[in-house]
Nanobody, 115 residues
Framework: QVQLVESGGGLVQAGGSLGLSCAAS????????MAWYRQAPGKQREFVAS???????HYADSVKGRFTISRGNAKNTVYLQMNSLKPEDTAIYYC?????????WGQGTQVTVSS
């Protein structure tokens, strides 16, 4: 069982920045893929970014160049730095990690970008 706890959401004006954190329970954190997803009102949950155990990263086209995912293995934490935020980035952001056939999710943190 893995527990994920997100923090760092809030309200920001367009063009501003926010940083999200996700703390994971359990051991061998460094071995696993960590990812961020988001879900806007009335829309399906969508992939935002992921980071592999070797540190390689992948981003959705909509956030490429503006968001940066990173991980702090000593703290079992994954981060999402969001810059140049747009109103369309408004969503609940979820931390995710796949472990075999099971996908674990955090409770989500709200990010609201005002125009």
């Amino acid at each position: 069982q893995v527990q994920l706890v997100e923090s760092g959401g809030g309200l920001v004006q367009a063009g501003g920045s926010l940083g999200l954190s996700c703390a994971a329970s359990g051991t061998m954190f460094s071995l696993y893929v960590m990812a961020w997803y988001r879900q806007a009102p009335g829309k399906q949950r969508e992939f935002v970014a992921s980071i592999l155990s070797d540190g390689s990263t992948h981003y959705a086209d909509s956030v490429k160049g503006r968001f940066t995912i990173s991980r702090g293995n000593a703290k079992n934490t994954v981060y999402l730095q969001m810059n140049s935020l747009k109103p369309e980035d408004t969503a609940i952001y979820y931390c995710n990690t796949p472990r075999g056939a099971t996908a674990y999710w955090g409770q989500g943190t709200q990010v609201t970008v005002s125009s």
